[in-house]
């Protein structure tokens, strides 16, 4: 049978869904998202209009981790080498585990984010704004799970992996503002990752992007976690 991308697409599709820990993982994800946007609403003195995914900060990091171990699982098992012996491209594989992890993480975070959004409503009644913060939240954690997914191709290895992960994601934004003097840091932390994908569901302020830079200095951090990785993947043996 010959190897097409769709087929590719198809197989990886069935062994991510297959996987106990996926679901376990996304049902993390919708309880700590929902939990979060209760807590808050019901807690909170003076909630924005954002105030209702603030716990999509939390579940990035989880997401991270799903995209990181979709790669180093394979690795660490050794179920790298007959995936390769099946796809000996290798680079279709790195996309289709991209637009599986994509295909599935964006409605099940569209779902979860407006389920947030009903929940806080429901306690805290209708907030201006609130919607116009929707698809930056459920889109987030999303680009960070496939910049997970590229550190994960880059690292191949879990522990180091997710540790790299998390030196990007939370590190590096309190080194610079600590390195580099007082302009320079602020200037400088609004386009690492975090700070983007939180311009894209909190309210702006001078401290962050606007929606459309900080979305498309996320995606370049994607691009270049998933071209690192793909350049890993061709060169060095499994």
Do not use: C
């Not at 197989?11 to 993390?28: D, H």
């Amino acid at each position: 049978m010959r190897v097409t991308f769709p087929r590719v697409v198809r197989a990886e599709w069935t062994k991510f869904v297959a996987l106990r820990s996926t679901w376990i993982l996304f049902a993390l994800v919708a309880v700590a998202t929902v939990g979060l946007s209760y807590a808050i609403a019901d807690n909170a003195e003076t909630p924005t209009s954002s105030s209702a995914y603030l716990g999509v900060d939390v579940v990035s990091l989880l997401l991270g981790v799903v995209g990181i171990v979709m790669v180093t699982g394979e690795y660490g098992s050794g179920l790298v080498r007959a995936t390769f012996t099946a796809v000996p491209a290798r680079l279709p594989l790195l996309w289709a585990k991209a637009v599986v992890l994509a295909g599935f993480a964006l409605p099940v975070m569209a779902a979860v984010v407006l389920l947030a959004a009903l929940t806080f409503r429901l306690v805290r009644g209708p907030m201006p704004g609130m919607m116009g913060h929707a698809a930056g939240a459920a889109v987030a954690p999303v680009l960070l799970a496939l910049l997970g997914l590229g550190i994960g191709a880059l690292v191949r290895h879990t522990a180091a992996a997710i540790t790299g992960f998390i030196l990007v994601i939370l590190v590096a934004p309190t080194l610079l503002g600590a390195a580099l003097p007082d302009d320079w840091g602020d200037r400088m932390v609004k386009y690492t990752p975090v700070s983007a994908a939180q311009a894209l569901y909190t309210e702006s302020d001078s401290s962050m992007l606007h929606t459309g830079p900080a979305a498309w200095v996320l995606a370049g951090w994607v691009a270049v976690a998933l071209a690192a990785g793909a350049t890993t993947v061709l060169r060095r043996d499994p």
